[in-house]
């Protein structure tokens, strides 16, 4: 079956940097859309970037933009997500996942993975 397992999370001072990564098994993950989500305390889900099964496009919700970047290693079966200048509403539970969409403005997950906590704070 399926699995997707994030690493990399933890607490983290306002400005800082986190890389996360994302293993996946049961699956090959060069044909699929990927992308991440984060989940924080009383917000709902919010797509924070998606990339297509090539790489070749991405997408990022605003309120990352210029901030985060989403990459991929097809041969390594692992996605990362570099997060820099971070903020204390960055706080969340972040998610991997497979896309049941395409990447773009709107996409859903398909599959996802246990995730991994972000703290920013002082």
């Known amino acids: 079956q399926v699995q997707l397992v994030e690493s990399g999370g933890g607490l983290v001072q306002p400005g800082g940097s986190l890389r996360l990564s994302c293993t996946a098994s049961?699956?090959?993950?060069?044909?699929?859309?990927i992308g991440w989500f984060r989940q924080g305390p009383e917000k709902e889900r919010e797509g924070v970037s998606c990339?297509?099964?090539?790489?070749?496009?991405?997408y990022y919700a605003d309120s990352v933009k210029g901030r985060f970047t989403i990459s991929r290693d097809n041969a390594k079966n692992m996605v990362y997500l570099q997060m820099n200048s971070l903020k204390p509403e960055d706080t969340a539970v972040y998610y991997c996942?497979?896309?049941?969409?395409?990447?773009?403005?709107?996409?859903?997950?398909?599959?996802w993975g246990q995730g991994t906590p972000v703290t920013v704070s002082s």
């Open positions: 996942a497979t896309l049941s969409t395409t990447c773009g403005s709107r996409w859903y997950p398909g599959s």
């Open positions: 990339m297509s099964s090539s790489g070749g496009s991405r």
């Open positions: 049961g699956i090959t993950l060069n044909y699929y859309d």
